[in-house]
């Protein structure tokens, strides 16, 4: 939560999101920020975070560190950019990120634990209908052009701690809702 606040909505990438149905306040609100600039905005966002927490407890946030081992996080470069998508419980606690490249795919943070990834758009109650769909970007979109209480994975494989969470929840119907993608 707290590199997220360091980083803001450049224009391009809330065009993009409300492209998909979200308006710039519900872009805002779910927590959508733009990739760092690489170079030194990249450094400054890292060198904050550092200075703030510390190496260590950075290293084992998923995200932070490359296949190499490097301290680090997604950057947007040239013309390729892009946000990022956090991934939030039903208290609001971000649960895991992913990175959407402009014109390109998803990108989940190294390190992640898909188990324990989720997205929870929209609060609902016991005995309403809880929709369950791929991607947190589609859960939001859902929950704010139709008021949908909407469960994401990133994927569509749900693991048993998901399901644990959406007995936990106590539906009372689940709609699975997926697009029509060839997987």
Known sequence: SAALELLGLRP??????????????AAKTAGYRSLPRRGKQHQQFIQ??????????LRQCPGFTDKNGRLGFWTAFLDRDGYVVPYRDEQGRITGLQAKVLGDSYRT???????????????????????????????????????LWTFAVAGQTLAAEHI???QSLQPGRVIVALDQEDN
């Not at 904050?48 to 407890?57: A, S």
């Not at 992640?112 to 809880?130: K, N, V």
Request: no cysteine; net charge negative; glycine share 12%.
């Open 12 to 25: 391009e990438t809330l065009l993009e999101l409300t492209r998909r149905g979200l308006s710039p306040e």
């Open 164 to 166: 644990q969470v959406i």
């Open 48 to 57: 904050t975070l550092l200075d703030r927490y510390g190496e260590d407890p």
């Open 109 to 147: 943070a190294r390190g992640t634990l898909l188990s324990s990834m989720y997205h929870l758009a929209r609060l609902g109650g016991s005995g309403q209908d809880l929709y369950i769909t791929e991607g947190a970007t589609k859960a939001n979109v859902a929950s704010y052009l139709a008021g």
